[in-house]
């Protein structure tokens, strides 16, 4: 081959071979690149952070310690335990570091645990900074997970009660059962659950609900407090509900303080809320000292309500006293107290009336002591088939309300009620008439 060819063969190779190198190491960077590119990420503060490793990019030093800790465990409680307790340690040190960390983890389980007990420390930190961080966390179970570990480090590993649940929160979302579980009565908790029911509670009536369970815990203390949060409420169906939830929670507070710390509220139905409950709670233990309470009100429809709310809840365990204490009051306050006696104590044949399955009355118990059970007429298990009404007319019950028919079987005392009774066993009704007394609750004193 002439020289002059071997010279341009030699030269073309050397070309080409600089031109493959160039385009290799080319191609090199864009993988790079494009690696690098898909491995940024965005966490819970929305600061990127690497989800992947590179074999251009070491990983970090407590990523490879962590992982290489977790790595020589087997499956089970040790390794959850590790992992666990890691969360704990960097957010106790370093959050940004911990949600940093949070983020470079894809196993489930791994991030569940890790979570957890980044959870508990952060349960450690000021209440409204933890809320911040549980709404922090996108993914709905994670956000469960971490709401269920702060409300249990805050009732200090104590189990919620399901007994706890009330009113509008039975059946309440995921916060605002938790929230509702801090409660114990006590001021510190009840903090707690007011910031939890202002910062993760987006339903508005659970939120007015939990609101009003909680602030119940300020009513001696901070009475001020109550009438506040109330006021703070955005429309009436709202308030309506926070004090029923207030009501509830005070069923158990009685005595003079509780009393005067509901006279601290402005009038109202708020305040009306409260002395009810108190009442309710104070005929239980002391009615005497209740109705000496009454005093203190004005002599208006307050002490009307008052005075009602407390003959009703009287006369279920001691009906003959609370009868004499209405028969000392004015004409007015005695109308109001006999009516209210009449709900939990009527005047009547002394009977419990259920509906049967095939749509009649039914004389489910006999009261002891009652107009039936001493005139032996109507044994347990009758079916009322009609009243008689005040012309002598047999009205019948069938698939009538039963409120209809208990309001036929009560009225004065002394007046006689007709009926076409049907025993067990019968085939036909039989009339019967019974005359209306008195029925009388007596609770053996503890």
Do not use: C
Not at 96 to 119: I, Q, T, V
């Amino acid at each position: 081959m002439p020289p002059r060819n071997l010279l341009l063969i030699t030269v073309a190779a050397v070309f080409t071979a600089a031109a493959a190198f160039w385009y290799l190491q080319s191609a090199s960077r864009s993988q790079q690149s494009s690696s690098t590119t898909a491995a940024v990420r965005f966490g819970p503060a929305g600061d990127a952070i690497v989800a992947n490793a590179t074999a251009s990019r070491a990983p970090r030093p407590e990523q490879t310690a962590a992982r290489a800790a977790w790595s020589d465990l087997p499956l089970g409680f040790e390794r959850n335990q590790r992992i666990e307790r890691d969360g704990y340690e960097i957010a106790s040190r370093d959050l940004s570091a911990a949600w940093e960390k949070l983020g470079l983890l894809e196993d489930p389980a791994e991030r569940a645990g890790f979570l957890r007990g980044m959870f508990v420390a952060i349960a450690a930190r000021a209440p409204r900074e933890a809320m911040a961080s549980i709404k922090k966390v996108d993914n709905a179970d994670e956000r469960n997970l971490a709401m269920e570990t702060v409300a249990n480090a805050w009732r200090g590993g104590v189990p919620a009660s399901s007994s706890a649940m009330r009113g509008e929160l039975v059946h309440a979302s995921d916060p605002a059962r938790l929230g509702l579980s801090l409660l114990n009565g006590s001021i510190g908790r009840a903090e707690l659950a007011l910031v939890w029911a202002e910062e993760l509670v987006t339903v508005p009536a659970e939120r007015a609900a939990l609101l009003g369970a909680a602030t119940a815990a300020f009513t001696l203390k901070d009475p001020a407090r109550v009438a506040a949060v109330n006021a703070s409420l955005p429309d009436d169906a709202s308030r309506e509900i926070f004090r029923d939830q207030f009501a509830q929670a005070l069923r158990f507070i009685a005595g003079d303080a509780a009393w005067s710390s509901a006279q601290s509220l402005p009038p109202g139905d708020l305040r009306n809320a409260a002395q009810s409950s108190i009442l309710r709670a104070w005929s239980a233990s002391d009615p005497e000292a209740a109705a000496s309470a009454l005093a203190t009100l004005p002599d208006n429809d307050e002490r009307a309500h008052a005075v009602a709310v407390l003959a009703e809840s009287w006369a279920a365990r001691d009906t003959e006293s609370a009868l004499a204490w209405a028969a000392t009051l004015d004409p007015e306050n005695r109308a109001a107290a006999e009516e209210a006696i009449g709900h939990s104590a009527p005047v009547g044949i002394g009977a419990v009336i259920a509906m049967s399955d095939d749509g009649y009355p039914l004389v489910r118990e006999l009261l002891p002591g009652g107009a039936a059970e001493r005139a032996a007429v109507i044994p347990a298990g009758s079916k009322i088939v009609a009243v008689l009404d005040g012309q002598g007319q047999a009205v019948e019950t069938h698939g009538r309300d039963l409120g209809q028919t208990i309001s036929q079987l009560r009225g004065a005392k002394g007046t006689a009620v007709t009926m076409l009774v049907q025993a067990p066993g019968d085939s036909q009704p039989r009339r019967v008439t019974i005359v209306r007394e008195q029925i009388i609750h007596k609770t053996a004193k503890k």
